[in-house]
């Protein structure tokens, strides 16, 4: 679950098979750490009103502090966290390179605007069946 607070993107995963959540930042922070828990009780509480029960409420909230940082000062950490997204469902260890961040946040523009073209999304976010897909 991606987490927008403080001006920072980071996020949550809820992982069943290990039994605990995961916090992924691409910077340390005490209060990104509590956004972290902060949303991991809303998970609970979600699930929980799904369930009728507390699945989730013993699960430990790790902060992984492996996770690969983002430069001091820039603003790429929307860039990590679709990395870490594309890392963590392929499976594959979390690895952000400084030099390739400027490709993957013109990668994930590009996908961004041809799914929103193929969907019908105009240039002004209108809606029309006119629109070709790119």
Known sequence: MPIILHD?????V????AQEYRHYSSCQSEEYDEDAAEMR???DNCI???LGEAATSSYALIHDRSTP???RGSLDCSVYVMRF???LLADEKLR?????VPYLRLKYAARILLDGRAAGVGDKGETSSRVNPV
């Not at 920072?8 to 949550?12: A, G």
């Open 96 to 100: 952000v390179p400084q030099t390739d």
């Open 69 to 71: 940082r983002q430069k």
């Open 14 to 17: 809820l992982d069943n098979i």
């Open 85 to 87: 997204i594309e890392q």
């Open 41 to 43: 009780k809303l998970f």
């Open 48 to 50: 929980e009103m799904e």
């Open 8 to 12: 920072h993107f980071h996020i949550v």
